[in-house]
């Protein structure tokens, strides 16, 4: 299991979520040998505080 962490000011769009999810699931396949389709990959997003006035 792979958790992510995003903090932007916009969410990720659908398409660059399954990029994140498709370079993550080559990187763990060429670094440990993970087999496809079992890595599982979470994405949570947080929201940039807004700057202090």
Known sequence: MLEVLVT???PLT??????LK???EAL???VLGT???R???F???EREAPPPE
Request: no cysteine; hydrophobic share 30%.
């Open 35 to 37: 087999p496809k389709g």
């Open 8 to 10: 932007r000011e916009k």
């Open 14 to 19: 659908r398409e660059e979520k399954e990029a």
């Open 43 to 45: 994405i949570l997003e």
């Open 28 to 30: 763990f396949q060429e």
């Open 22 to 24: 498709e370079e993550a």
């Open 39 to 41: 890595l599982r990959v």
